[in-house]
């Protein structure tokens, strides 16, 4: 039988499953429509991917704006806490030497001006300092004067240079007391310039703030070192919170809170890398340093997550983990512009609930894809492969 001549027609790819063939179909006319095929090995300048808007909701392309990470996944969030006063915060005035309370000028709840009085303590054992002081001046003065005398008769050849290096060191040592003297009465609050003996002491307030409590009474005598009132500076509170692991993996120092009650916002300065073992509750602290009158020690507060300052803003940005892309090892995302989507190399932070950081490569402000990213990617690839 004569052999039959075969066809040279073009040869088109076998699908098995339809819906394989339709989504191909899709990508190729969607690459087409976005002009000369970018080559798998993607350049170092990535053109825009210029889709209608009808086409971007063909492909099911969503976006969303670039946000501080303190607004992405932690924003809202709602924690309780307790309002603390956090050592650095508080004075507790006590008596430096041992003496019988004479008066006690404040009360509990009082504010208090830096300077102001708080008591008054009469203090026999003031009197023997003021006494030490007054000693320790004149020998002072007497060992000056002796090694001045000296170092004439040594330069007149009278007497040894053995001599007046001991009038030397006496006059080194009576200085030294002298000083030890007026430093333990300044410490105390008295006066190192008086010639009299004054028994009578006055504690104030080293700064402004509110009287907590009064431990001494009229009458009662007190050693040298026991309590007489603890005061609260103002502006300075502490709120301590509780958050889940996975509340708080979504949290950074620095983030914003606001303060049910409050104006102005506390700020979170810690978060104790541990959970306690009662509950799984992670710790954290806030301070709270507003010259504003809206917070009481011990009170239950409730404080939501409002953002980030500024400077941490600024270099933490937050997207949905969905966002980026990965090729040749490294990362993208699409940024929206008026000529299309950008294929934008982005160095990305920690990531965790769905959020990924953005250190750098996008600003906030910025509108990326978050869905669709498999279409764009094949546009940007001209369906050529090469994806990592």
């Not at 603390?84 to 915060?89: D, F, G, K, N, V």
């Amino acid at each position: 039988m004569p052999l039959h001549s075969r066809s040279h027609a073009p040869t088109r790819p076998i699908f098995r499953n339809p819906l394989s063939a339709a989504i191909l179909c899709f990508c190729a006319s969607l690459s087409v429509a976005a002009g000369p095929a970018a080559s798998p090995s993607a350049p170092a300048s990535h053109p825009a991917i210029a889709w209608t808007a009808a086409q971007a909701q063909a492909a099911g392309v969503a976006t969303q704006v670039v946000g501080s990470s303190g607004a992405g996944a932690a924003a809202g969030l709602v924690l309780q806490g307790t309002v603390e006063l956090p050592p650095q915060a508080t004075e507790l005035l006590s008596t430096p030497v041992a003496g019988v309370v004479q008066q006690v000028l404040v009360g509990a709840g009082q504010k208090v001006r830096a300077g102001e009085a708080v008591a008054r303590l009469l203090s026999p054992e003031l009197v023997a300092w003021q006494r030490d002081l007054l000693q320790a001046q004149a020998q002072a003065r007497l060992a000056a004067s002796k090694l001045e005398r000296d170092e004439k008769l040594h330069a007149e050849g009278i007497i040894a240079g053995l001599r007046v290096q001991e009038s030397r060191t006496q006059n080194e040592l009576a200085q030294l007391a002298l000083r030890e003297r007026r430093q333990a009465l300044q410490m105390a609050g008295a006066s190192t310039t008086s010639t009299t003996l004054q028994p009578g002491l006055t504690l104030r307030a080293s700064a402004a703030g509110t009287v907590l409590e009064v431990t001494a009474t009229p009458g009662q005598r007190l050693d040298a070192g026991m309590p007489v009132a603890k005061v609260a500076r103002d502006g300075q509170w502490s709120i301590a919170l509780q958050a889940t692991p996975d509340q708080a993996h979504n949290l950074r120092t620095g983030d914003l809170l606001a303060v049910q009650g409050c104006k102005a916002p506390a700020r979170l300065v810690a978060i104790v890398p541990q959970v306690s073992a009662g509950n799984q509750a992670v710790q954290m602290r806030a301070d709270f340093t507003a010259a504003e009158d809206c917070l009481r020690a011990n009170q239950f507060v409730q404080v939501t997550v409002a953002g980030r300052t500024d400077t941490q803003a600024a270099g933490n940005l937050s997207l949905p983990a969905q966002a980026v892309v990965r090729h040749e090892g490294k990362a993208y995302v699409f940024v929206q512009t008026p000529q299309g989507f950008v294929p934008t190399a982005v160095v990305l932070g920690t990531e965790g609930a769905g959020q990924t950081l953005v250190r750098s490569g996008v600003k906030a402000g910025d509108v990326v894809a978050v869905q669709g990213l498999a279409a764009l990617k094949g546009a940007w690839q001209g369906m050529g492969g090469g994806a990592q």
